[in-house]
């Protein structure tokens, strides 16, 4: 059922009893793998582009040890949600005013930032004509903020760019399992 370089291939094989109608019917299948106290000698900060396979091949040269980094942060639990896979992004816009009256237009600016579903939270510098927004992008794409960033009588000088988040860190244990 398990090949031998598989975790589960040394666990006890179980029969359970399964009943199927008038009759019972017999399924073999593994007990429980119990995930191991693991500790790491490093930890590593999650680009965007990591994955957990790459990670594996990255520290042990095998992209099926992946699951060795999962047992080791069990804070999440399931392997995907240790990467960066999160629809939030933090998108920086550079802008030049329209012909209109300043303070009216930064303050009609914050509120409709402030009030955009999608947006969790942004920083305005008014002297460099920047943006910085935290964007959920599954609920807020680039392209509708920068609609109502011309809204509200703006123009883009450039396409918003896409700057890092903090990383996250997650624990790389030693590769005690050939």
Known sequence: MFTKNSRYFSLTNLQTFIPAGTQIRV???????????????????????????ILASKYYEDPTKWWLIADANPQ????????????VARLSFSLK??????????????RALATAAGILSFAIDRDAGEIDCLVNQAIMSAEEISE????AGFALLARPERRPQ?????????????
């Open 148 to 151: 109502l960033l011309q809204a």
């Open 27 to 53: 399924v073999e299948c593994k007990s429980l793998r119990l995930i191991p106290d693991r500790s790491g000698e490093f930890t590593h900060q999650v680009l965007q582009s990591d994955r957990p396979d």
């Open 97 to 110: 005013l329209n012909d209109a009256p300043l303070d009216e237009v930064w303050l009609a600016l914050q």
């Open 76 to 87: 999440w639990p399931l392997p995907t949600e240790m990467i960066n896979s999160d629809p």
């Open 166 to 178: 903090s990383a996250t860190a997650i624990v790389i244990p030693p590769n005690d399992n050939p």
